[in-house]
Nanobody
Framework: QVRVVESGGGSVQAGGSRRRACAASGYTWKNYCRAWFRQAPGKKREGVAALRSDGTTTYVDSVQGRFTISKDNAKSSLYLQMNSLKPEDTAMYYC???????????????????????WGQGTQVSVSS
């Protein structure tokens, strides 16, 4: 059974940095999509950053140049380094993983949450001004 667990949430002042981590286990896929999403109160869940098993990364425009997604294959861990944080980055952040088939939803639109079946529980990131 695939299990996804996030860590590294918390509060930070605007301009600060946080690093999120996501551990995934119970899968043997060599081809996969992994991504970070966030959801603020009253808003839809949006894709923040995605990384495919071939190393391709995708970012939403609002975090481009500030956030960096990376992975540690030895630990099956995914990271999100968040710099220059803004109050509008405040949200519940989720990690997700999906088996990647060429042409599948996560392969074609990696920031679309409907392309992912395996999710972590989410952790809050709050940025104060």
């Amino acid at each position: 059974q695939v299990r996804v667990v996030e860590s590294g949430g918390g509060s930070v002042q605007a301009g600060g940095s946080r690093r999120r981590a996501c551990a995934a286990s119970g899968y043997t896929w060599k081809n996969y999509c992994r991504a970070w999403f966030r959801q603020a109160p009253g808003k839809k869940r949006e894709g923040v950053a995605a990384l495919r098993s071939d190393g391709t990364t995708t970012y939403v425009d609002s975090v481009q140049g500030r956030f960096t997604i990376s992975k540690d294959n030895a630990k099956s861990s995914l990271y999100l380094q968040m710099n220059s944080l803004k109050p509008e980055d405040t949200a519940m952040y989720y990690c997700a993983i999906q088996f990647r088939i060429p042409g599948s939803r996560c392969d074609v639109v990696p920031l679309d949450p409907t392309g992912y079946n395996y999710w972590g529980q989410g952790t809050q990131v709050s940025v104060s001004s």
